[in-house]
């Protein structure tokens, strides 16, 4: 009998923490199966952060490292720079990466360190009780903000792709989603060519995906895929905001055109 699919090794057998309807097992089998498919498991190693997914150490059936909160960039540029050869990762949430590891992301992508960072932007604290993150839209009602977030207070929500893709040290910076199966596929696609950059010694890459987060946003996980569709992605619009594969592709044909005339 022919096998048409089957669990990706790269993820344990252990249940997952998260509440009914978080995208974020969804997005754990993204990473694993793209280290699977790469034949990397053997030396890939993973940064977990505090927030949600702090037992992801629990998941990922390959070496993982505990990093305090919001240091998770700084954990895997030492990892990176002591075993060069092997594939780093960090898995972060919006508040792990966005706030108190603000500085760590962004010059671990300014000094392009080759790892890859896996941010998951839910636009709220998650596991603390649901307070107000730098990714919360205008508006959004959370613990901290029960009249909505006002841009006047507190700013507007940060666009963290945007942000790193304008550093010259970023080698692919892409956004996506998982609200519905096509965005998946796209999500899958991006993680693994995230991977495949800084296997390639590129330089930085990180794959921000927009998640749900039911529990905190008060609402079922249909509601909350819904939500992301015509809520999240109006404000952090999806797309490849760096790549350098393509630049060097646009390049090489600009040189041959200049060559032809």
Same mark, same amino acid.
């Given at each position: 009998?022919?096998?048409?699919?089957?669990? =990706?090794?790269?993820?344990?057998?252990? =249940?997952? &923490?998260?509440?009914?309807?978080? =995208?974020?097992?969804?997005?754990?089998?993204?990473?694993?199966?793209?280290?699977?498919?790469? $034949?990397?498991?053997?030396?890939?190693?993973?940064? *977990?952060?505090?927030?949600?997914?702090? /037992?992801?150490?629990?998941?990922?059936?390959?070496?993982?490292?505990?990093? *305090?909160?919001? #240091? +998770?960039?700084?954990?895997?540029?030492?990892?990176?720079?002591?075993?060069?050869?092997?594939?780093?990762?960090?898995?972060?949430?919006?508040?792990?990466? +966005?706030?108190?590891?603000?500085?760590?992301?962004?010059?671990? *992508?300014?000094?392009?360190?080759?790892?890859?960072?896996? /941010?998951?932007?839910?636009?709220?604290?998650?596991?603390?009780?649901?307070?107000?993150?730098?990714?919360? !839209?205008?508006?959004?009602? =959370?613990?901290?903000?029960?009249?909505?977030?006002?841009?006047?207070?507190?700013?507007?929500?940060? #666009?963290?792709?945007?942000? !790193? $893709?304008?550093? +010259?040290?970023?080698?692919?910076?892409?956004?996506?989603?998982?609200?519905?199966?096509?965005?998946?596929? %796209?999500?899958?696609?991006?993680?693994?060519?995230?991977? %495949?950059?800084?296997?390639?010694?590129?330089? /930085?890459?990180?794959? %921000?995906?927009?998640?749900?987060?039911?529990?905190?946003?008060?609402?079922?996980?249909?509601?909350?895929?819904?939500?992301?569709?015509?809520?999240?992605?109006?404000?952090?619009? !999806? $797309?490849?905001?760096?790549?350098?594969?393509?630049?060097?592709?646009? +390049? &090489?044909?600009?040189?041959?055109?200049?060559?032809?005339?």
């Amino acid at each position: 009998m022919a096998v048409v699919f089957e669990k =990706t090794k790269a993820l344990t057998d252990a =249940t997952l &923490s998260y509440c009914p309807g978080c =995208t974020h097992g969804i997005i754990h089998r993204l990473v694993a199966e793209s280290i699977d498919e790469l $034949g990397v498991m053997e030396k890939s190693i993973g940064v *977990a952060p505090v927030g949600c997914a702090v /037992f992801a150490y629990d998941f990922f059936n390959i070496d993982m490292q505990q990093a *305090a909160h919001g #240091r +998770a960039p700084a954990v895997a540029t030492g990892i990176k720079r002591v075993h060069p050869n092997n594939v780093v990762f960090t898995y972060q949430g919006d508040g792990d990466l +966005a706030s108190i590891g603000m500085a760590e992301i962004v010059h671990a *992508a300014a000094r392009g360190e080759k790892i890859t960072t896996i /941010f998951v932007n839910n636009a709220i604290y998650g596991m603390t009780g649901g307070q107000m993150a730098p990714t919360t !839209l205008v508006g959004q009602v =959370t613990t901290t903000s029960p009249y909505g977030r006002n841009p006047e207070l507190c700013g507007m929500p940060v #666009r963290m792709a945007e942000m !790193l $893709g304008g550093l +010259a040290g970023a080698a692919y910076v892409a956004r996506v989603s998982v609200h519905n199966v096509r965005a998946v596929n %796209e999500a899958k696609r991006a993680i693994k060519k995230a991977f %495949e950059l800084q296997i390639a010694g590129k330089g /930085f890459t990180m794959v %921000e995906v927009l998640s749900t987060c039911p529990t905190n946003w008060g609402m079922n996980p249909v509601e909350a895929l819904g939500w992301v569709e015509s809520n999240m992605i109006p404000y952090y619009p !999806l $797309g490849v905001f760096k790549d350098v594969s393509k630049d060097a592709v646009l +390049a &090489s044909k600009d040189v041959s055109a200049k060559e032809a005339n």
